[in-house]
């Protein structure tokens, strides 16, 4: 079983910055693309960033130029540096790997954060 664990939320004033973190634990073989996804009330979640296992990036239009994602293959890890928050930022932030366990690969979720930038 693989378990996705994220830490990093909370509550930021507009112009701030937060470092979201995803740690992968449990059988892993391969992590392949690491995306982080969010989800505002009312809205659909997004895409928000990706990095695939060669460490290519790619970001929404949104988040370009304020957002960097990178991982630490070492600790099965993905980050989200996020720079100068915007309210419309506000959401819960999910992590989703594509991880190879033995022959099978498949898509695991984070439980979410929840990121608040206020005005």
């Known amino acids: 079983q693989v378990q996705l664990v994220e830490s990093g939320g909370g509550l930021v004033q507009a112009g701030g910055s937060l470092r979201l973190s995803c740690a992968a634990s449990?059988?892993?073989?391969?992590?392949?693309?690491l995306d982080w996804y969010r989800q505002a009330p009312g809205k659909q979640r997004e895409l928000v960033a990706g990095?695939?296992?060669?460490?290519?990036?790619v970001y929404s239009d949104s988040v370009k130029g304020r957002f960097t994602i990178g991982r630490d293959n070492a600790k099965n890890t993905v980050y989200l540096q996020m720079n100068s928050l915007k309210p419309e930022d506000t959401a819960v932030y999910y992590c989703n790997a594509n991880i190879r366990s033995g022959f099978v690969s498949r898509n695991y979720w984070g439980q979410g954060t929840q990121v608040t930038v206020s005005s």
């Open positions: 990095i695939t296992s060669g460490s290519s990036t």
């Open positions: 449990g059988s892993i073989s391969t992590i392949n693309t």
